[in-house]
């Protein structure tokens, strides 16, 4: 199975929005509002910060946001901060008969 | 708090076995299914397979399809990841991720590390 379609990379300054994008079918992002987003910090397990496309987990800043569009889901972030530099990695579900979940290739957000 | 801690791992050489454990606490283990992803060193996330909250569904990724098993004891609340013809390229940091209410995995382990190597 494929993995989604992140950028490898993005960059912001304090302060500023980003919008990291992940691009999948219609057989996983396009097909199901089960778009999940994940944050991992370097030698840590990633944690949840966005599920079922927009919806923020408890104790999660809203400075997160996620949105989807056709086969294109997106997570954006504002008022960047020093703290927001990870890796960030989307996740569906996905219709394939013998599979559950597919992950992106993860984004490294860097505040400049 | 909901806690998952995994154990097990460890060097193994290619072609040999490996079982990983995940203890879970905290919450209502039996209502959950339970998820296993994998990272190799330097790489992006990779969706190991999954168990349903009662055992009776599991689904895997293609690279380990036949060779690993997901299986669970809700008496012990735990989930085990039996890895069978050890490869290489199975070098990873295994977590196990609790399945929320949707589709998210909403709580995951620190991780244990497997390195396959002779």
């Known amino acids: 199975q494929s993995a989604l379609t992140q950028p490898a990379s993005v960059s912001g300054s304090p302060g500023q929005s980003i919008t990291i994008s992940c691009t999948g079918t219609?057989?996983?992002?396009?097909?199901?509002?089960?778009v999940s987003w994940y944050q991992q910090h370097p030698g840590k397990a990633p944690k949840l910060m966005i599920y079922?496309?927009?919806n923020r987990p408890s104790g999660v800043s809203d400075r997160f946001s996620g949105s989807k569009s056709g086969n294109t889901a997106s997570l954006t972030i504002s008022g960047l901060q020093a703290g927001d530099e990870a890796d960030y990695y989307c996740?569906?579900?996905?219709?394939?008969?013998?599979?559950?979940?597919?992950f992106g290739g993860g984004t490294k957000l860097t505040v400049l | 708090q909901v806690q998952l801690v995994e154990s097990g791992g460890g060097v193994v050489q290619p072609g040999r076995s490996l079982r990983l454990s995940c203890a879970a606490s905290?919450?209502?283990?039996?209502?959950?299914?339970m998820h296993w992803v994998r990272q190799a060193p330097g790489k992006g996330l990779e969706w190991v397979g999954v168990?349903?909250?009662?055992?009776?569904?599991?689904y895997y990724a293609d690279s380990v399809k036949g060779r690993f098993t997901i299986s669970r004891d809700n008496s012990m609340n735990t989930v085990y990841l039996q890895m069978n013809s050890l490869r290489a390229e199975d070098t990873s940091v295994y977590y196990c991720?609790?399945?929320?209410?949707?589709?998210?995995?909403?709580?995951w382990g620190q991780g244990t590390l497997v390195t396959v190597s002779s």
């Open positions: 219609s057989s996983d992002v396009g097909g199901y509002n089960y």
């Open positions: 905290g919450f209502t283990f039996s209502s959950h299914g």
């Open positions: 079922d496309v927009s």
């Open positions: 991720a609790r399945q929320g209410s949707s589709r998210q995995l909403d709580y």
């Open positions: 168990i349903w909250y009662d055992g009776s569904n599991k």
């Open positions: 996740s569906s579900y996905t219709s394939s008969s013998t599979v559950d979940v597919v």
